[in-house]
């Protein structure tokens, strides 16, 4: 069986944590870029976490969470 290609889709509904993730980065006032190049990942990833189409390894997400200043649970949980 070969592995799944493509987007991970997040666990949530309607990409709830992306909407967080989007606010909390704007709220920190970094553009995608800014949180992309603060966490070492492309734009392209910020912009999938933030629409729900990418949900990042729990490394990623501390990163994230790190430089947004906020709690991973709060982003994530």
Do not use: F, N
């Amino acid at each position: 069986m070969s592995p799944v290609s493509g987007p991970v889709r997040a666990p949530e509904a309607g990409g709830a944590a992306g909407g967080r993730i989007r606010v909390a980065r704007k709220e920190a006032g970094l553009t995608q870029q800014g949180l992309a190049s603060a966490v070492e990942v492309s734009r392209q990833t910020i912009i999938a976490m933030e629409t729900g189409d990418y949900a990042p390894s729990v490394y990623l997400a501390i990163k994230v969470a790190r430089a947004l200043g906020a709690p991973v649970e709060e982003l994530w949980g």
